[in-house]
């Protein structure tokens, strides 16, 4: 597993880097969150089920209770509005591959685009 995680890493630097900056003081750099207070995205049912709404989430935060792995979480999600379809991508790509394990999905930059267009929040 850890070879598996250094593999990931260093397939997506940017998208590591990015990860680190923004996302990991509260999804914590393993992707295991910060127990009941704030979610993982490590083997998150959540993360995998809503892959199509994470750009708009990145981006514009979430404000709505969520379900992860049976668990009720209902902590504000800050967003992050300066990242560009590009940085997302990068994110999108580090957090699937490693905290997902699915090194076969891909997103085009278009296809992100697209979601950050079709945010309904």
Same mark, same amino acid.
């Given at each position: ?55 708009? $989430?990145?981006?514009?935060? %979430? ?7 049976? /668990? @009720?979480?209902? #902590?504000? =999600? ?16 580090? $957090?699937?591959?490693?905290? %997902? ?7 085009? /930059? @278009?296809?992100? #685009?697209? =979601? ?6």
């Amino acid at each position: 597993m850890a070879l598996l995680l250094m593999a990931c890493q260093e397939q997506y630097p940017q998208g590591k880097r990015l990860y680190e900056h923004h996302c990991s003081s509260c999804h914590m750099n393993d992707g295991t969150g910060l127990g009941a207070l704030l979610p993982p995205l490590k083997n998150s049912d959540f993360l995998a089920e809503n892959l199509y709404r994470v750009p708009c $989430i990145i981006r514009n935060g %979430l404000f709505e209770t969520i379900t992860v792995n049976g /668990i @009720q979480y209902s #902590e504000i =999600m800050i967003g992050f509005p300066d990242l560009n379809p590009i940085e997302i991508s990068n994110i999108m790509h580090y $957090i699937t591959s490693v905290f %997902l394990e699915d090194k076969k999905r891909t997103y085009k /930059i @278009q296809q992100i #685009e697209k =979601m950050l267009e079709e945010c309904d929040f």
